[in-house]
């Protein structure tokens, strides 16, 4: 019975309870408890040390107060007791510390917090004192114990079990959508829950609104005079109209805006529109109606911002809204020139902007903020329509990320070839609108 010895020789060294006791043997037998093995194996010391006591070995009745006293076995007591020994158990288990014992207590706790979240999947994780895991290594060592699981392990199958026969949702081992971190030892309960990602396009219809919250740069936030207290340098953006009515429905803490690129704030955003994904962090309601969304965004942004094509994605998709920013675009803009433009101006224009390779330098009025290099990008199509003698209408199809205020302006030359080049005259963009990705 080289088991029963390991559990004697174990029961001697520390006080553990039935939990901790049979941990050191979890790998053994299936379909029971870690704590029915250590109850078990306490059992079986109790009838040997009690065969042995009858027989009159001193050493049966030591084994009776080791499992009473270090393995606070309440049959070895009584058996004790019915010998007229009477001995006090040891306060605390050496692994666990007594924790185990408040299993149900952390797990109505921690379900009266999931009360307040909408979910279908969670996991529990358990963080512990770095010392309780190398107590239990040390132990191990000494015992030449094989066949033991790890105590965060133990602590995280037996909470989860319980929550699940008390609320009926799964556990998910890879995308829970509440990942609940439990410490028994400080009883600390911290719930992670996982955010929703909201895809969709939108259209901004006015100028002047940036894309993203834009925090005051004087006061970084805190509000100021400059900022009339807001802490923002606009009272309003994209971002946020998307995101007030989203954090109203999902009742959500924060979230955080990803779209594929961004338009300059003065530029508007037509046709299809921009691609985005909106993040809702800590969402308390997941399954919300997107229709009823678009509905009350439609209401909250009186018609500066609209969204389609929304749907609920995974986290996956954050990628791929941002290399969309890559897909051609097409842009519409007025020209504002120095000089009058001739119809020889315009077939300049055209001609020498279709099919081109547009090479072009951080611009100046970003250089502040961005590393100066080299970045090229084709157009592929141009059409142009004068407006007024100085005053022409471009449409633009080019790939991603081509700067069109300094194509228009030719930024000193670091934009090649430009348009203020091309007709050698100097050029102002005067409108800018992102247009989809069809002229
Ligand atoms: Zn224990
Ligand atoms: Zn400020």
């Known amino acids: 019975m080289k088991i029963l010895k390991t559990a004697e020789a ?4 520390h006080a553990l309870c039935d939990y901790c006791l049979g941990r050191q043997f ?63 158990t040891e306060e605390r288990c050496h692994l666990c510390e007594n924790n185990f014992n408040k299993i149900k207590e ?121 900022c009339k207290g807001t802490g ?14 989203l954090l109203e429905m999902t009742e959500g803490t924060d979230t955080r805006f990803h779209a594929a690129g961004r338009e300059d704030i003065d530029a508007r955003v037509l046709g299809s529109g921009r691609p985005f994904i909106i993040e809702v962090k800590k969402p ?48 519409r803009v007025v020209v504002e020139f120095e000089k009058k433009i001739s119809d020889e101006d315009l077939k300049q224009l055209k001609e020498g902007l279709t099919d081109s390779l547009i090479r072009q330098l951080t611009p100046s009025r970003v250089l502040h903020r961005r590393v100066d290099k080299m970045r090229k990008r084709r157009i592929f199509k141009v059409k142009v329509k004068r407006l007024k003698p100085r005053l022409v209408e471009m449409l633009i199809r080019c790939q991603g990320g081509l700067y069109i205020k300094e194509l228009i302006s030719g930024d000193q030359g670091r934009t090649d070839p430009n348009v203020s080049s091309l007709v050698d005259t100097s050029a102002k963009c005067v409108e800018i609108d992102v247009m989809g990705v069809k002229i």
Not at 10 to 13: D, G, P, R, S, V
Not at 311 to 327: A, F, G, P, Q
């Open 10 to 13: 174990l029961l001697k060294e």
């Open 26 to 88: 979890a790998l053994l037998a299936h379909g029971l408890t870690n704590q029915e093995r250590g109850k078990v194996m306490k059992l079986l010391l109790t009838l040997e040390g009690d065969r042995l006591a009858l027989e009159g070995s001193e050493e049966g009745t030591n084994l009776l107060i080791t499992v009473a006293r270090k393995g606070f076995s309440n049959l070895a007591l009584k058996t004790l007791e019915n010998k007229g020994i009477t001995v006090k």
């Open 106 to 226: 952390l797990m109505e706790k921690t379900v009266e917090k999931l009360a307040e979240y909408e979910y279908k999947t969670f996991l529990v994780g358990i963080t512990v004192p770095p010392g309780i895991e190398n107590r239990e290594d040390e132990l191990r060592a000494k015992f030449n114990i094989k066949w033991g699981e790890n105590i965060r392990n133990e602590l995280s199958r037996e909470i989860g079990r319980q929550i699940v026969s008390i609320t009926q949702k799964t556990v998910d081992y890879k995308k829970p959508d509440v990942l609940i971190i439990i410490n028994p030892f400080t009883d600390n309960i911290s719930l992670n829950v996982r955010p929703l990602f909201i895809a969709g396009r939108y259209r901004k219809l006015v100028r002047g609104i940036p894309q993203s919250k834009w925090i005051c740069k004087k006061c970084e936030g805190v509000g100021c005079t400059h």
């Open 232 to 245: 923002k340098m606009y009272p309003e953006s994209v971002e946020e109209l998307i995101a007030a009515p």
């Open 284 to 331: 308390k309601t997941r399954n919300i109606k997107l229709r009823i969304f678009r509905k009350k965004m439609t209401q909250t942004a009186e018609g500066k911002v609209e969204v389609s094509k929304l749907r609920i994605v995974s986290k996956e998709k954050l990628k791929k809204v941002k290399t969309e920013e890559k897909v051609d675009k097409v842009y």
